[in-house]
């Protein structure tokens, strides 16, 4: 067999002609996924055009919020009793929110109805009869019984409404409608101190005891103090609108 002699001057050359080669074929690689990348990133910037031209929405959804800003998710209930929610406390993103979920409820600590109120453990109070009206025939909307002397009510709101009807008819009927009048009646001295009753509730309203007690402020006023005299009971004052304007049915 015929041997070739290769002189180092070939190896050489067919060394530099394989490294020529390999990065050739480099640089055909990194050029076409430059070429690539140039177009993918084209194609994105249509798409943000093109968003952008549509106001950044679409026909199902809400337009979004602009970068960085919050929003407050307001959840809406269809049930009858009110839910309470936690105002403003929960921040949601109107990005992240997924339309087909029922919105999540926040349950808090309902404040009491009623905060102005004085209510010892008294008779009266316990029997929700501040005015301490006697058990009789005569049986009050809202009365479940009595105490054995007392009368019983189911709220505090059929107690004081008995009281504002009694004061209402003294007027309406007896024409007394002065404090001094209107306790005489209710706490005759036969088993009361009617004169101290009486100075109790001018002192408390700021009315003299012969000035006529007409209007609705008035009356709530001496209903008032007539609860802090029989009771040591202060309700607050919607509670005293709402049983005087149950007086009036």
Not at 154 to 178: C, I, Q
Request: aromatic content about 6%; hydrophobic content about 30%.
């Amino acid at each position: 067999m015929e041997k070739r002699f290769v002189s180092t001057l070939d190896t050489n050359y067919l060394k530099d002609e394989r490294i020529r080669g390999k990065k050739e074929g480099r640089n055909r690689i990194l050029g076409g996924l430059a070429k690539a990348a140039l177009i993918t990133g084209a194609a994105i910037g249509s798409v943000y055009v093109g968003l952008n031209a549509m106001g950044g929405r679409n026909e199902n959804t809400e337009p979004l919020a602009p970068q960085g800003q919050i929003e407050q998710y307001v959840p809406v209930t269809s049930v009858s009793e009110p839910v309470k929610y936690e105002e403003q406390s929960e921040r949601v993103s109107q990005n992240s929110i997924d339309s087909n979920k029922a919105p999540k409820k926040i349950e808090t600590v309902s404040q009491p109805k009623y905060q102005e109120e004085i209510l010892p453990n008294t008779r009266g109070v316990r029997n929700n009869n501040p005015g301490n009206l006697e058990d009789s025939s005569n049986q009050w909307d809202g009365q479940v019984g009595s105490d054995g002397r007392f009368c019983k009510f189911s709220t505090p709101e059929h107690g004081l409404r008995a009281m504002f009807k009694l004061v209402n008819n003294y007027g309406t009927r007896y024409n007394l409608d002065t404090i001094e009048e209107i306790i005489g009646r209710w706490a005759p001295n036969s088993e009361n101190d009617t004169k101290g009753y009486i100075q109790f509730v001018a002192n408390q309203t700021g009315y003299s005891k012969d000035e006529k007690i007409d209007t609705d402020l008035e009356k709530r006023k001496v209903v008032q103090a007539m609860c802090r005299k029989e009771s040591g009971a202060k309700y607050d004052t919607k509670r005293l609108i709402k049983a005087q304007t149950m007086a009036k049915h």
